[in-house]
């Protein structure tokens, strides 16, 4: 057996991807084998299928694929009498040959390398977004086959929206026609990718830092949740390009007045730009006299649907408890030395609530005293690394006992932190959006859940008993719909020799 028909689990380049990964670049690469085979000649093609057919292979051996469905290769590839060998050596036409100065700027880079986009791209100038849209080094094979599934959930929840009824006057006969749309259902094909992206986010959960609180010790980070891989390259970049969307819609005066704000000269420590959804809250006592907390007689522009989309990738991703699914949001644009004071979320927000981060990585300081030593320069006991593109969820400790706090950044940043509103503390007619209603996690065990959730098979219903009279015999239930007891009658299924104790039994217990 070759060794293309025999491939090994423990090859030092596959072993670095999840099995779901694997199984993503079998796919992609089994639909662009027609591309990649072009010009080489038979044998070459052969050995490039052999070899694409060998991951899915791999993902079969590890018992990952339940669906149990290979990818198929193009059976159009034709097998051409290309060149590509013609000094007989295909040693040296291999990628493996490449030397270190040749071109890696390839649509993946064949070297070994840890998976996954890097935390701290390098900033592109030219880039009106700030973001650096150039594909990194050992990005996973997710980031390529399930690019921007957020632009896909972004138009579905739009296009709901706008069908959840429609509504026609006639206007010379004054009739009202209602019109109901459903939406498409959830595709087989993407509940399973999503799924495959769900399972492989990575989660940190035990933070621990020790300090005297009212005299007694205790973890001042309970409470404190880390969530990373949340979000492919293309989706962050999307979501960084519409909130610099935003940012110029809120500078034109398109967005309501308290919407958008942002410092009248930029000042170090004082340059952020903020964006607020939901509801208007107020840091410190504004100008008329209100108290920090929510504004309840202000208003401004709702959620965007492609924050909505977040939220329901947050829930259903098991960051926020479907119990505090967040109604408002607010967005903080960072340029290169802006900062965020040492503070504790105002309590006119439940717990727990979530900070997700873009564009550059930054640390985030916990403490009960944190210290002010100069302009964005604090010094506290405990800092925590938010990687681009990771949730941090506060809760407990974390939200309610420590203070936290963002030093000067040393290059843009931009997060978003979605909280759900105390009820009471609501704007007045502020009205809960639809679109954020119902959403309910997505089970751990997908297969499972759909094997609860199918009917009963007929092998099942044929195993409980009948009775004479061909009726299934079991538990009766009442008028009233409630469940009685099992109704033994003298077609007993008891043994009679049972039946005979029994009744000398209480024989005996009379005389």
């Known amino acids: 057996m070759t060794e293309l028909n025999n491939p090994d689990n423990d090859d030092p380049f596959l072993v670095q991807y999840q099995p779901s990964e694997l199984k993503i670049a079998s796919e992609f690469l089994s639909t662009w084998l027609p591309f990649l085979s072009r010009d080489l000649c038979r044998d070459c093609t052969k050995t490039l299928s052999d070899r694409i057919r060998s991951l899915s292979v791999i993902v079969e051996l590890k018992g990952e694929d339940k669906s149990g469905d290979s990818p198929k290769l193009n059976d159009k590839v034709e097998l051409s009498n290309g060149n590509c060998c013609s000094d007989g050596n295909c040693e040296n036409n291999s990628v493996g040959s490449l030397k270190e100065e040749d071109d890696t700027n390839s649509i993946v880079s064949w070297k070994d390398g840890t998976p996954g986009w890097s935390e701290t791209p390098p900033m592109s100038e030219a880039s009106t977004s700030g973001f650096h849209s150039e594909r990194h080094?050992?990005?996973?094979?997710?980031?390529?086959?399930?690019?921007?599934?957020?632009?896909?959930?972004?138009?579905?929840?739009?296009?709901?929206?706008?069908?959840?009824?429609?509504?026609?006057?006639?206007?010379?006969?004054?009739?009202l026609r209602i019109t109901k749309v459903v939406g498409k259902p959830t595709t087989l094909a993407y509940e399973q990718s999503e799924y495959n992206r769900f399972v492989n986010v990575k989660r940190k959960k035990e933070f621990m830092c020790y300090e005297k609180v009212n005299g007694k010790l205790a973890n001042i980070l309970q409470g404190l949740e880390l969530h990373m891989d949340i979000f492919s390259t293309a989706e962050q970049k999307r979501i960084v390009d519409h909130v610099y969307a935003l940012k110029e819609k809120g500078k034109k005066g398109e967005l309501k007045e308290q919407t958008y704000s942002a410092?009248?000269?930029?000042?170090?420590?004082?340059?952020?730009?903020?964006?607020?959804?939901?509801?208007?809250?107020?840091?410190?006592?504004?100008?008329?006299?209100?108290?920090?907390?929510?504004?309840?007689?202000?208003?401004?522009?709702?959620?965007?649907?492609?924050?909505?989309?977040?939220?329901?990738?947050?829930?259903?991703?098991?960051?926020?408890?479907?119990?505090?699914?967040?109604?408002?949001?607010?967005?903080?644009?960072?340029?290169?030395?802006?900062?965020?004071?040492?503070?504790?979320?105002?309590?006119?927000?439940?717990?727990?609530?979530?900070?997700?981060?873009?564009?550059?990585?930054?640390?985030?300081?916990?403490?009960?005293?944190?210290?002010?030593?100069?302009?964005?320069?604090?010094?506290?006991?405990?800092?925590?690394?938010?990687?681009?593109?990771?949730?941090?969820?506060?809760?407990?400790?974390?939200?309610?006992?420590?203070k936290h706090c963002v030093p000067s950044v040393h290059k843009r940043r931009i997060s978003i932190t979605f909280r759900k509103m105390d009820e009471a503390k609501r704007p007045i007619g502020f009205i809960p959006d639809p679109g954020l209603q119902g959403i309910q996690p997505l089970p751990h065990e997908l297969d499972k859940t759909r094997r609860l959730n199918s009917p009963k098979s007929e092998p099942y219903m044929k195993r409980r008993p009948f009775d004479k009279e061909g009726k299934m015999e079991g538990r009766r239930f009442a008028e009233n719909g409630s469940q009685s007891?099992?109704?033994?009658?003298?077609?007993?299924?008891?043994?009679?020799?049972?039946?005979?104790?029994?009744?000398e039994n209480i024989g005996r217990a009379d005389g």
Not at 137 to 157: I, N, P, R, V, Y
């Open 263 to 402: 410092p009248q000269k930029w000042m170090r420590g004082k340059g952020r730009v903020t964006l607020q959804f939901g509801c208007c809250y107020n840091h410190v006592t504004d100008k008329n006299g209100n108290p920090p907390g929510i504004v309840q007689d202000e208003m401004v522009d709702p959620i965007p649907v492609l924050f909505k989309v977040i939220i329901r990738r947050l829930v259903r991703w098991h960051v926020i408890p479907p119990t505090c699914v967040p109604d408002s949001c607010i967005v903080n644009i960072y340029e290169e030395g802006d900062c965020i004071p040492p503070h504790i979320d105002n309590h006119d927000f439940v717990r727990p609530f979530c900070t997700v981060s873009f564009l550059s990585e930054c640390n985030m300081l916990f403490g009960s005293h944190l210290k002010i030593v100069g302009v964005g320069d604090f010094d506290g006991p405990i800092a925590i690394p938010l990687p681009v593109g990771s949730a941090l969820v506060l809760n407990g400790n974390a939200a309610d006992v420590a």
């Open 137 to 175: 080094l050992g990005m996973s094979w997710a980031d390529m086959a399930q690019d921007d599934e957020l632009a896909k959930e972004e138009k579905e929840l739009e296009q709901q929206e706008l069908n959840k009824r429609e509504v026609n006057v006639n206007d010379s006969a004054g009739d």
């Open 485 to 503: 007891e099992p109704d033994y009658t003298s077609q007993s299924r008891r043994p009679a020799a049972y039946q005979r104790r029994i009744k």
